[in-house]
């Protein structure tokens, strides 16, 4: 249907496309043959929420770790506004933890704040326990920590800052959701479905920049974890999902390790002409948390203004 020439095919009922003249886009005829149009603009809100995902997520416990800063707080804050109520855990960022809980409160929404250090399975478990006691149960949880801790070469990066990296990348997702299953599968079978939404890097995809060696093979390490938990997982009915974000410009994670010159060569290069935001990554997270019909498991949704070729 040529609904945007606004010229009717022989023998076509739409008499809205009848009206038209040659050459001319048809307001009337575009809106009968695409009448998500007409809705899309009513459902979107300045900051690109999507309320519809509210229906989905509203009511829905979630955990979201290193919640308090960055991404993190994005993905954070979405999930408040999609009608969570959230335990945010964090490493170091006290005070922006704390500012969450009142920004919580302003919508009407609960959130607590957990610190722990989730290279330790002790306190993964801990968090877990208590962000369960907290909300009554688990729906979501978003395995967010995750650093580079620093730029080393395959030469330089000795024993323990491979472990070190591997521990916070790979092993703290799968800490957190080893204590998180049995609470998100009893969630998905009284509400549903349930869902894990693990943090990977297009690092994980490509290999990384100079210096993230280690850093990129945990987090491609984590996208055949993500692939391999939502096998053993889906009949539990959790989902389990992954984000690969290219270069997100206003985090500590590129404002410490990158530099203003090397982060304009890495735009120069991206299709879309920018660097990303923490939104950008939050609605991924959001839309993946919330899916409609619950049959996105194992992907990897890369969130990088067009960057492939590998
Ligand atoms: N920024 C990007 O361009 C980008 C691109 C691709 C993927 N990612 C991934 O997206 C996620 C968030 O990125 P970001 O840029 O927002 O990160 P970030 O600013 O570097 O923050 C890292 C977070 O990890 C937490 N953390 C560090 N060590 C920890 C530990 N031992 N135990 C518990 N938490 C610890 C810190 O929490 P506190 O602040 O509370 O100390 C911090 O919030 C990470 O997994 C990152 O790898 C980021």
Redesign the pocket.
Known sequence: MRSISGRARKGQVNSGLRHARKGQVNFESTILAQPWLVFRPKIMVSNGFNPLFMSKLLGKRALV??G?????LAISRHLLQAGCDIVV?????AGAARALADEAKKLGRRCAALP????ESEECDRIVARAVEYLGGLDVLVN????LIARKSFLEADDSFWAETMS??LG?ARRISRAATAHLAAAAKANGGASIVN?????GRKGGHPGSLAYATA?GALLTFTRALATELGPHGIRVNALA????LG????NTHTSPEAARATIAGIPIGRGGT?DDVARAAVFLAAEFDGFITGATLDINGGVYGC
């Open positions: 770790t290193a308090a800063q960055g991404i993190g855990h964090y490493r170091h960022s722990g250090d989730l290279t967010n920590a995750g650093s916070l990348n703290s943090l990977s890097s297009l690092a987090k974000p290219g270069l997100i985090t500590s994670f590129h923490a």
